[in-house]
């Protein structure tokens, strides 16, 4: 292997990217202890940073208080949670499966003009959900798909769809085909060659891919705003309106909102680093 | 091996491998981008509005027209030039600091690492609700620094036309820079390190090993990431949307919360159709230079 130029540093070096992370990180930090303050330390001004840490928010976000009670009731909160587990899960696991096969074609069984199919799937992918969201939104009106989980998972999947062909042709690529040819030649049948010789060679390509594809569903909101309704909305939409009034903003119950969505991701960007390239360019840019 | 006849057969030719791979994947394609599009083109060459129920009226290109002449396109298409200057450039200059400094090896690298690249796998509305909250007058944070530091006022940042920009950009490229950073890193570590090894006998200066060197290695990175970050930022809608929603006035509305309001809030649905299409046309032309990079430099790397 060539020598890279990755120098060796020191906890000086540390210290110092240490210092630089901190302030890139601090809005995330904020939120996080917001999320465990209680209602009055929410609004303290200046900041308290030490305080007793509390789960009421989180408990808020599923059962909110009635305003002269001291009854709890559901928010409707914990709808929206599954509905945006469902229609990601959903939508991923077709459009891994369409993807991962038309992937399997472009890379082993290339056709005429295969760069022009592969340039027109990209851009439907880089092109802005805004402009396609005008005529689904009409269609979905004319169609009745309109606010069914039939209809979300339907978009989520073409939506994921490019994307995981991208990603999913650059680890195919990578693999030495080699091994394929030698397994025809021992008389190996297409589908077994591509089960049993290719699939568990890009494990954690599928692995990758599923992660991203499933973080971009869900935190996908322009298309869960105009698709769905009150009962197959998903999480973006449902915070998005939670700030809609303006006053009265609960900032911790918004906070804890956001909290769910972080600490997740931050186990996924922790474990998914080697693949994050890869990942954040849509298969385009390997290393 | 027993060989299947008929209809089978006729699929199973290896003629055709390619075709049906691929098949699957066109055809929801086909369904949910490009007859929606093709749809939504027809569309623009009619009169229609979404919430009434006349039928749609064959106008050559009034949409146009209107859209060209009338509409705010001209306004929004400059704000939207002002945020994707001022927050790729941001993310460029920032990403590359941050990129030097995470280049080399050192203990808890790791670790670091993710707290500076989770803000990209973050959810837009996450980061447009907390930079609501950072921006807010009364409790936010940069208020409060404002307020005990420097005026002992309260600041109100999203109230003024250039304030709203300068918030807008700020939140962009503080969820971006880690997507330039992780893309310059990817070029500083490919670079082999003989050649600075050579430099060092030669007794280059800092600057000349960086211009000689360094730079090359990380150029054409440098410019997939401006071209990648340009291509998203022109379609920038949710954290506008959901942090200043276009305003005040209509200071922040950019291209993609032009054609929301006009499809969804004035229901001038053939208009939008028509504003769409040049949109389209601004990230096709981009998307196909991306692509013109990235097979030159893996045609240059062996």
């Known amino acids: ?74 928010t409707g909160f914990h709808v929206y949670f599954f509905n945006s587990i469902y229609i990601s899960g959903m939508s991923v696991l077709l459009a891994l499966l369409i993807g991962t096969i038309a992937a399997y074609g472009f890379s082993r069984h290339p056709l005429r003009g295969n760069d022009t199919y592969l340039f027109i799937i990209l851009t439907t992918r880089m092109l802005p959900p805004i402009i396609v969201i005008v005529p689904i939104f009409l269609i979905f009106r004319i169609t009745g798909l309109a606010g069914t989980y039939t209809g979300i998972i339907l978009m989520y999947t073409a939506f994921n769809l490019p994307f995981s062909i991208w990603m999913m042709k650059s680890f195919f690529d990578e693999l030495n085909t080699e091994i394929e040819d030698a397994s025809r030649m021992d008389g190996a049948s297409e589908s077994s060659v591509f089960f049993g010789v290719c699939i568990p060679q890009v494990k954690a390509g599928l692995a990758a891919t599923s992660v991203f594809a499933l973080i971009l569903t869900w935190n996908e909101f322009l298309f869960s705003l105009l698709l769905t309704n009150k009962l197959t909305r998903t999480m973006p939409p449902a915070m998005a309106r939670t700030i809609g009034g303006e006053i009265n903003v609960d900032y911790g119950l918004l906070a804890a909102m956001i909290c769910l969505f972080i600490i997740p991701i931050f186990l996924i960007t922790y474990l998914l680093q080697n693949q994050l390239l890869r990942g954040v360019t849509f298969g385009t840019i390997k290393k | 091996m027993k060989r299947s006849t008929g209809f089978l057969a006729w699929f199973m030719d290896p ?22 599009l093709m749809w939504s083109f027809g569309l623009s060459f009619f009169k229609y509005r979404a919430n009434t129920l006349k039928l749609p009226k064959f106008s050559w290109f009034y949409s146009y027209e209107k859209v060209l002449t009338k509409d705010n396109i001209w306004e929004s298409l400059q704000t939207t030039a002002i945020i994707v200057a001022g927050s790729v450039g941001m993310q460029m200059v920032l990403g590359f600091l941050l990129a030097l400094l995470f280049a080399s090896q050192f203990p808890l690298r790791k670790i670091l690492l993710m707290f500076v690249l989770a803000p990209m796998m973050l959810s837009n509305v996450a980061v447009a609700i907390y930079f609501k909250l950072f921006y807010e007058p ?61 430099a060092e006998i030669d007794r280059m200066s800092w600057w000349r090993k960086f211009t000689t060197i360094t730079f090359p290695y990380v150029r054409s990175l440098l410019l997939l990431a401006v071209l990648f970050r340009t291509i998203e930022t022109v379609k920038i809608f949710d954290l506008v949307f959901i942090l200043t929603n276009g305003g005040p006035g209509t200071a922040t509305e950019t291209i993609g919360v032009l054609v929301y309001r006009t499809a969804f809030q004035f229901f001038r649905t053939s208009n939008s159709a028509a504003m769409g299409y040049i949109l389209l046309f601004a990230v096709i032309v981009l998307t196909s230079l991306y692509l013109y990079v990235i097979k030159q430099r893996e045609s240059e790397e062996i």
């Open chain 1, 1 to 74: 292997m060539k020598k890279r130029a990755i120098g060796q540093s020191g906890w000086l070096w540390t210290s110092l990217a240490s210092v630089v992370a901190f302030i890139y990180f601090f809005p995330v930090l904020f939120i996080i202890l917001t999320a465990f303050r209680s209602r009055s330390d929410t609004l303290a001004t200046p900041p308290k940073w030490i305080f007793t840490p509390t789960f009421e928010n989180f408990y808020h976000i599923f059962f909110r208080s009635m305003a002269n009670s001291t009854e709890y009731v559901a």
């Open chain 2, 138 to 198: 009364e409790f936010g944070l940069l208020s409060q620094f404002v307020q005990s530091f420097i005026t002992g006022e309260m600041y109100v940042l999203l109230s003024t036309p250039a304030g709203a920009l300068i918030g807008v950009i700020f939140a962009d490229a503080w969820q971006w820079t880690p997507f330039v950073m992780l893309l310059v890193l990817a070029g500083l570590v490919s670079v082999p390190k003989h050649l600075y090894e050579a």
């Open chain 2, 15 to 36: 003629k055709r491998r390619g075709p049906m791979l691929i098949a699957p994947a066109i055809t929801v394609l086909l369904l949910v981008n490009i007859i929606p």
